[in-house]
């Protein structure tokens, strides 16, 4: 929760698959959204927990987007994400976001060890997994695309879940439309 709000759709969804998940629910409040992102996953790793589920308070979803996403296609997802539209006009989906996403136990232990730099945050040791910034491109990349780039550095290949019904609220709720949904997905 970035801005201390928690869309009605998000709260509803969560309502639906309590029972589901621990009931462990972390959040934080700071405007840093990479350093809230990075002590999310530090006091992930100090729980017994196999899967971590990452969700933006700005995300509508039901039990039936969940069970897609939590679905095991093969013995290799150890990561997925759904698709959920950007904010605006254009309705543009969003493929590697963290506003929907399970990251299993190993691909955050496997960043640790290998490629997220280490750093202290009051007096918490952790590790930046969500780069961000300018590009030698000339563009710019979020923190949601930074994850999965180095997610992608290590080998691990995410699935992407198109068959969520996502809703992204703003100023308005922004929605894939279904025929958005059928573009390829390829690297």
């Not at 254009?90 to 060890?113: D, T």
């Not at 180095?150 to 703003?170: S, T, Y």
């Amino acid at each position: 929760m970035h801005d201390g709000r928690l869309h009605y759709p998000c709260a509803r969804g969560l309502m639906e698959i309590m029972s589901h998940v621990s009931g462990i629910l972390e959040h934080s409040y700071s405007s840093l959204v990479t350093l809230s992102r990075n002590k999310l996953l530090a006091g992930f790793l100090r729980l017994p927990c196999e899967w971590a589920f990452t969700l933006d308070s700005d995300i509508g979803f039901d039990a039936q987007d969940f069970a897609c996403l939590m679905e095991l296609q093969s013995e290799q997802d150890f990561a997925a994400c759904g698709v959920y539209s950007r904010k605006d006009a254009s309705r543009k989906p969003i493929v590697r976001g963290l506003g929907f996403a399970r990251i299993h136990r190993s691909v955050i232990e496997l960043m640790y060890e290998t490629i997220a730099v280490p750093f202290e945050q009051d007096g918490i040791p952790m590790r930046d997994c969500f780069i961000s910034g300018a590009t030698s491109a000339g563009g710019f990349i979020g923190e949601d695309a930074g994850f999965w780039w180095m997610v992608a550095q290590m080998g691990v290949v995410p699935r992407i879940e198109h068959r969520c019904k996502l809703v992204h609220w703003g100023t308005a709720a922004y929605q894939v439309r279904d025929k958005e949904t059928e573009f390829s997905f390829a690297e």
